[in-house]
């Protein structure tokens, strides 16, 4: 078993929350804040710190607009983001075989 | 997408270093603590923290014994702890399900 296996894994992504907002943005392109809020199930405090993290990486753009009068955030993934993220699935799936066809 | 999809992966478990301890000790049975360091390049602070975590969860058992007079400490994969993984590697082949699917 390759020692990198598990130490190259992208913690960026690999994070429960951050692992939802990529997943979601990747394959549902993009979303507003209250959206994913509702969709994940987080609170506006965990929300904004996790996207903070990926906008940082350069995995996802924030953009503060407003619908009328009302402020609206919209957060949409990177082309950097979208890979980064094909890359951790195609991990993912490494370490699935190497778990599922051992441990059958 | 379902609002639990990501919420209730296992933390115990999805934690990198955690995650490859897990899929050793599932898949290659009992393993010493000098075999766990190399094969996941992890440090003795790191790796005891973490099989600390996984045995009180109940997850992995650590047994110290002695090779004649030298200290030796094994750990093992409870029945609790594989069938954990087992249900966190569905967990994962969701997500990748979802994220495949709708990313291509």
Known sequence: MDKGLFSTIDETIHA???LGIMTLLVTQGELDFTQLKQKLG???GNLSAHSRILEEAGYIAI???FLGRRPKTVLVGTPEGREAFLAY???LES???VAKTQSD
Do not use: C, F, G, P
């Open 95 to 97: 370490i699935l075989k």
């Open 42 to 44: 987080l609170s506006d």
């Open 16 to 18: 429960k929350a951050r």
């Open 63 to 65: 953009h503060k607009t």
């Open 89 to 91: 699935l195609n991990q």
